[in-house]
């Protein structure tokens, strides 16, 4: 039986990939962390309010017990920031301040 991709669009620019490594080496809520200090231009540390509005330990959590498949996905806004996790560890961070043409959110 062939698998299906599920295939999203947004129309935000893109500011941020990275992704998660395996096996806890660089779990989803350090790499959110860092994505969202990088755009802000911030340290990570000066992030705490608004980390508060999100429970990136809950997001570690419902990645590690994942599969690995690519078909779950996991978004939410953060101020002006849109956040997209997926399933397999992919993180986009996009400005919805500056809105595009709709794509894709992962290739």
Not at 42 to 63: G, K, S, T, W
Not at 78 to 99: A, E, K, P, T, Y
């Amino acid at each position: 039986m062939a698998t299906q991709q599920l295939s999203l669009q947004c129309s935000c620019t893109p500011a941020y990939k990275t992704w998660a490594k395996p096996e806890g080496e660089i779990p989803p809520s350090a790499a959110i962390i860092e994505g969202l200090a990088e755009v802000e231009d911030a340290n990570p540390l000066e992030l705490d309010p608004l980390l508060e509005q999100i429970d990136l330990d809950a997001v570690d959590q419902l990645l590690d017990h994942s599969d690995g498949a690519q078909s779950a996905l996991l978004s939410y806004s953060l101020g002006r920031w849109n956040v997209f996790v997926r399933q397999d560890g992919h993180i986009l961070i996009c400005d919805s301040d500056r809105q595009t043409d709709p794509s894709p959110i992962f290739d």
